[in-house]
């Protein structure tokens, strides 16, 4: 829980999704066998034909580009006997054919280089702040030849399949000239857009002059001199390409689908202070991009938008847009990546730019862009919206008029026919699966990566695929990818599958492949937190939209690179969890893991991310922790979300029996007097405060339309029982009588608490009752404590690992209780009371994966029996807290609507009655 301070800080990344926290989730989630299997010796006479008289090699890696090249290099020096084969004549990939009139990156240089080597940081000087096609080509060639990778590559050599032999467990690679070999591990590294999406259009074979695609450029310079040019397509190769075509073109004429968001790239030469600083810190640097959302070494702020004026907005956009960096906007506020109004004040930022920029007023209204912001990659430009003031280009809006055909001497939209000596697709790409279902591959069974992904991809960490074995993607689908700066997560790839075979060899396991369950539950993770975003609520490439027949999911992780790598890590510490490993030597089978993984199938997926990201951010156990650190820590506010608006929050002190309580009152606009929610906060008597249930009790008055107040009642261990529940009737006292002052229907006020603010509220309900205090229409109780024990099957089923733990609990308890024999106190623990009759309804709400499940559960059927009316919900897949954590977990948001219209009902009952 402690964590959480921490993963604030992630949090804050706009797209990172609010998640975070506690414990081996995966260690019980995905589990690590060892399965032996009857090695075949062959003799010479059974062995199949293509086995005799292929070449044969430890592993088969395809393509030269970024990723190629560094696992080639890797694998070299660990020892294995590797090959690379290349279709292109040059290495490069990505950056040999994507050599269109303007092409550049768009991470900064600096940081757009491979960090595992010092002596190549030194070496290499970028020129600008965004390095040209040419440039960053040029730093590929040079890598190669620093670390001598051409003798092991073969250009001009295309690989048309690639098929597993289960017999033995080695994959067979056809080449272009029919040649076969032979590997026992297959390494596709064949980035992420190199299969050119160009798009069937009606005629495309008639036109009689020169068509090109962006992502497939020729070597020898293209003349636009005095030519009439079109170019489909405005996404970041189109806006690149369109300012530069322009300036040499007769006329060049863009035909758009989707105008686009871009801010301007600021480029620049770089001067050599900044060079050598870069070079001097490169070590933080690197880490801080290692640890980041993007693989670049900065960060959003933890601020939310709607936290801000729209001058205060204005302000910080601007000095954004002037920085010009690709995350630049996108990092400006915490919940742009997730608020739709947070967004629409980005969106509209940028809108207003555009209109400032473009002249003709038609031409900017054409321009528009109206998807969230930052759910396509942000696109960086250079004079882009300014080419449209020029007299030789025309912008032609394809929503309004579609190309009908492409004709021998142009194309036809639906309204015009335009003559063109050039037609140049700018279409983007066949993102992350194309470039794989390309190859052919084929796995165990016979089956197919094209028949395995037809309605969908499924792999594990993006890495591997189960009936695959021994297959490693290179920033597959799935990974963080092309949401990152790619050679961070190249790196990060290829260094995770040098360790997974030096643990291979060393162990003597012959093959790996990833497990069908542990795939699902990443597939099913990656899509909770892509639903989290905005990311998911656009058609773009990342959901596959672009591709005509492509399953529609999206396609990368946007957990973040920092939190990626540890879940990665967390993989391999434990033995390659989710892989089973086939070893050639006798081993006993180890399953330990089964039944917990059935069990955490059915863990809420996005709190299952939340559990990932706090363990992957370590620090100590809350309960080794002194209260006031543990408190410190304890900062919920990135998991639950953005605050939402409320009619008036009033802060203000009540007297109380040991001195002021402060107390928060959240009040609908409108006249009273409203119903009354008086809410105790949890966090086991020691921890918690008003911050903590800000959202949640924004949300409850908003939806129930009551005004709540929100009670920060004495904290243990400074203050122990009886204090807590002593103020916490005071407060309910002091809003029934003191209503008038606070417009409180004193006929309509209910109590309601989360864990140790459940047992208040219950406790409140029971003093109420005792000593004829204030009429209590209901108790809301959310996964409450109600008994000082921890011998219930909820605690022994999730003692660890789920938020809440048992230690954590102990630690509580015994900052609470003044003795052991306070705990037996109806007042600590209400499930001991001998009589719960003549208290008001309850509801009560439980979650599966939570220690206090049981006891909760207990109460409620002890307050039926007692004839007090219940309502009692479990939330089969969810951990404790949830409640507090509705940015990051759907059901949290869920839960507290159920608690409002239950509230509603309520008061609107007390009402008419
Ligand atoms: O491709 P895109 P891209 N009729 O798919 C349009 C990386 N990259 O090559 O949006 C008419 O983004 C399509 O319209 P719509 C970067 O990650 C990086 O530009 O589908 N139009 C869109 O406008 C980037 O995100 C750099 O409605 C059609 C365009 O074509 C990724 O590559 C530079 C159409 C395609 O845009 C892809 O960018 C370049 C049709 N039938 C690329 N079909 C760097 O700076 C498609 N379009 C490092």
Redesign the pocket.
Do not use: E, M, Y
């Given at each position: 829980m402690l964590q959480l301070l921490k993963s604030l800080t992630l949090f804050a990344i706009g797209l990172q999704l609010a998640l975070y926290d506690l414990l081996q989730v995966y260690e019980s989630s995905i589990y690590r066998k060892v399965i032996t299997f009857s090695y075949i010796t062959r003799g010479q006479s059974t062995m199949p034909f293509a086995e005799q008289h292929s070449k044969k090699y430890d592993a088969i890696v395809i393509g030269a580009g970024f990723s190629g090249l560094y696992m080639l290099y890797r694998l070299r020096e660990a020892g294995f006997s590797v090959q690379v084969y290349e279709a292109a004549p040059d290495i490069g990939g990505t950056w040999y054919f994507?050599r269109y009139p303007g092409?550049?990156?768009?991470i900064e240089s600096i940081y757009y280089n491979y960090t595992f080597s010092e002596e190549l940081l030194n070496e290499w000087e970028w020129s600008s702040k965004y390095a040209e096609q040419h440039e960053i080509l040029n730093y590929i060639n040079f890598v190669a030849d620093k670390l001598d990778l051409r003798k092991d590559i073969q250009l001009q050599t295309r690989v048309t399949s690639a098929e597993y032999n289960e017999e033995n467990q080695k994959w067979e690679i056809e080449l272009e000239n029919g040649s076969i070999v032979i590997a026992t591990y297959f390494i596709p590294a064949v980035g992420v857009?190199s299969a050119s999406?160009i798009?069937n259009?009606k005629g495309i074979d008639q036109f009689k002059g020169a068509l090109y695609h962006?992502?497939e450029w020729p070597h020898e310079k293209v003349d636009f001199k005095g030519k009439r040019v079109g170019v489909?397509?405005?996404?970041?190769?189109?806006i690149?390409a369109i300012p530069v075509i322009a300036q040499e073109a007769g006329h060049l004429t863009v035909?758009?689908?989707?105008p686009?968001y871009s801010s301007p790239a600021h480029n620049h030469p770089l001067d050599s202070e900044t060079i050598h600083k870069t070079k001097e810190n490169f070590n933080e640097i690197r880490e801080t991009m290692y640890t980041s959302m993007h693989g670049v070494p900065s960060s959003a702020s933890t601020r939310a938008a709607v936290q801000d004026t729209p001058e205060e907005r204005e302000r910080i956009y601007e000095k954004a847009w002037q920085e010009g960096g690709l995350f630049s906007l996108l990092y400006t506020y915490s919940d742009i990546a997730f608020s739709p109004e947070a967004n629409e004040t980005v969106a509209q930022f940028i809108r207003s730019k555009i209109n400032k920029t473009v002249h003709d007023p038609e031409t900017a209204k054409k321009l528009m862009p109206n998807f969230y912001y930052g759910t396509?990659?942000p696109i960086?430009n250079t004079d882009y919206f300014e080419t449209y003031n020029r007299e030789n280009v025309s912008l032609i809006d394809?929503r309004t008029a579609p190309?009908e055909e492409i004709t021998p001497s142009g194309l036809r939209t639906s309204d015009l026919a335009y003559d063109l000596d050039i037609l140049v697709f700018?279409?983007?790409?066949d993102?992350l699966t194309g470039p794989l279902l390309k190859l052919n591959i084929q796995g165990k069974n016979g089956v197919t990566l094209n028949e395995k992904w037809a309605d969908g991809t499924q792999t594990y960490l993006g890495i591997a695929t189960s009936g695959f074995p021994n297959m490693f993607m290179i920033t597959g689908p799935q990974s963080p990818s092309?949401l990152s700066n790619m050679i961070v997560s190249i790196e990060q790839h290829v260094d995770w599958i040098i360790d997974c075979l030096a643990y291979l060899k060393e162990h003597e396991v012959e093959a790996i492949e990833a497990n069908a369950e542990a795939e699902q539950m990443w597939a099913k993770q990656c899509k909770a937190i892509a639903d989290m975003t905005l990311l998911s609520k656009t058609d773009s490439?990342y959901m596959g939209a672009?591709i005509e027949g492509k399953p529609r999911e999206f396609l990368a992780f946007a957990g973040g690179v920092g939190p990626y790598r540890q879940i990665c890590d967390q993989v391999a510490s434990k033995g390659y969890e989710g892989f089973t490993l086939l070893s050639a030597s006798q081993q006993t089978e180890d399953r330990k893991g089964d039944k917990t993984m059935s069990r955490n199938a059915n863990l809420d997926p996005q709190a299952r991310f939340v559990l990932e990201q706090l363990e992957a951010l370590g620090g100590p156990p809350m309960e080794t922790l002194p209260p006031e650190e543990a408190r410190a820590g304890a900062n919920f506010s990135p998991l639950a979300g953005p605050p939402e608006k409320v009619g008036h929050v009033t802060n203000k002190t009540i007297t109380g029996p040991g001195g002021e309580i402060p107390v928060r009152i959240y009040s609908p606009e409108g006249e009273g007097p409203f119903p009354a929610l008086v809410y105790y906060h949890g966090g086991g008597w020691v921890i918690g405060d008003l911050e903590t249930v800000d959202v949640p009790c924004r949300r409850i008055a908003n939806q129930t339309n009551c005004i709540v107040v929100s009670v920060d009642y004495r904290l243990a261990p400074e203050h122990k029982f009886p204090a807590a529940i002593e103020d916490a009737y005071a407060a309910a006292k002091w809003v029934a009588n003191d209503a008038d002052s606070i417009q409180v229907d004193p006929n309509r006020i209910a109590v309601g608490g989360d864990s140790a603010g459940g047992n208040l509220a219950t406790v409140v309900a029971m003093m109420a009752r005792d000593k004829s205090g204030p009429a209590i229409v209901r108790q809301i109780l959310l996964y409450p404590v109600t008994n000082h024990t921890f011998d219930t099957n909820s605690y022994e089923e999730n003692d660890d690992g789920y938020f809440l733990t048992t230690a954590m609990m102990k630690w509580f308890w015994n900052h609470y209780l003044r003795d052991e024999k306070d705990g037996e106190n109806p007042y600590a623990s209400p499930l001991l009371a001998d009589d719960l009759s003549g208290l008001p309804p309850a509801f009560v709400i439980t979650a599966g994966f939570d220690p206090l499940r049981d006891e909760g559960e207990a109460y409620a059927e002890r307050l039926k029996a007692a004839g007090v009316p219940v309502e009692k919900t479990r939330y089969d897949s969810m951990i404790h807290g949830f409640c507090w954590m509705p940015g990051a977990i759907e059901q949290g948001k869920n839960a507290l609507d159920h608690v409002a219209s239950t509230l509603k009902r309520t008061f609107d009952f007390v009402e008419t009655t």
């Open positions: 994507n092409a550049r990156c768009d857009l999406n798009p259009i962006t992502g489909i397509g405005t996404g970041s190769s189109g690149q035909f758009q689908r989707t686009q396509k990659r960086l394809l190309i700018a279409t983007g790409f993102a092309v490439w672009n």
